[in-house]
C-alpha cells in the first residue's frame, strides 16, 4: 500500500500524535547566556555509557548555541508545569523564559528546575543534522532525581499525565 506524499504527510503527524512523551525543557549556557526549549524527542541511547539523544529542529534558538562539548541539562517537567512548557515553547524568547519556574544554576552554569521530577546533566557528543533536526547524542555526568513520580505528558496534541494501571 503507497501512500500519496500529502497522505503520508498527514498520518505521519496524526501516528505521531499519538506518541505520548514527558515533557522536557533542554537547557544549556553559552557564553554566560542561558538557552532553554521544551521538548520531547527525548530517549535514552543505553546505560553503558550513560547516554541520551535528543533532536532540535535547526530554527530554533538554541540549534546555534548547541555544539559538541557543549553542557546540557535535560529536566524531566512535572504535571503542574504546564504553563513553563508554553513558555519554553514560544510563548516568550531568551532569557525573560527563565523569569518562569525555580531555575537554579548547577556545573558550568547550566540551569537546572529546582522542582522538576529529575535533572539530567550531561554533555553533547556527537550530532547530526537529519533533514529539519539535529540529533545529539550526550553523555550523561549526573542526574537528580526528586521524589514526586508525576509527569507532564504530551499526547494528542494536549498535556496529560500518567498513573499506575492494576496488572493482571
Ligand atoms: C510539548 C512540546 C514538545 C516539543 N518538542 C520539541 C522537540 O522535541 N524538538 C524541537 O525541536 N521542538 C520541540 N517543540 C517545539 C519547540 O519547543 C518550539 O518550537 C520552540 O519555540 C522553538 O524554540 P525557539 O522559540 O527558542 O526558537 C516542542 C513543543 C512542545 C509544546
Redo the contacts with the bound molecule.
Keep these: 500500500m503507497n501512500a500519496s506524499t500529502e497522505e503520508l504527510a498527514v498520518s505521519f503527524r496524526l501516528a505521531m500524535r499519538r506518541l505520548a512523551a514527558t515533557?522536557t525543557i533542554i537547557t544549556t549556557s553559552d557564553g554566560g547566556i542561558r538557552h532553554g526549549?521544551?521538548?520531547?524527542?527525548?530517549t535514552s541511547v543505553c546505560a553503558d555509557p550513560p547516554s541520551l539523544l535528543?533532536?532540535?529542529?535547526q530554527?530554533?534558538?538554541?540549534h546555534a548555541p548547541l555544539k559538541v562539548g557543549s553542557q546540557i541539562c535535560i529536566n524531566l517537567l512535572k504535571a503542574v508545569h504546564t504553563e513553563l512548557?508554553?513558555v519554553?515553547?514560544?510563548k516568550l524568547?531568551g532569557e525573560a523564559r527563565f523569569a518562569h519556574g525555580r531555575w537554579d544554576a548547577g556545573d558550568f552554569g547550566v540551569p537546572y528546575l529546582a522542582d522538576a521530577q529529575a535533572n539530567i546533566f550531561g554533555h553533547v557528543e556527537m550530532l547530526m543534522a537529519y533533514g529539519t533536526?539535529s540529533i545529539y547524542i550526550a553523555r550523561v555526568t549526573r542526574a537528580i532525581v526528586h521524589p514526586e513520580v508525576a509527569p507532564l505528558v504530551?499526547q494528542d496534541g494536549v498535556y496529560a499525565t500518567a498513573r499506575p494501571l492494576p496488572v493482571g
Aim: aromatic fraction near 14%; hydrophobic fraction near 45%; charge should be negative.
Design positions: 515533557v526549549m521544551t521538548a520531547t524527542a527525548v535528543f533532536c532540535v529542529n530554527s530554533a534558538s538554541i512548557s508554553q519554553f515553547s514560544g524568547e533536526h504530551y
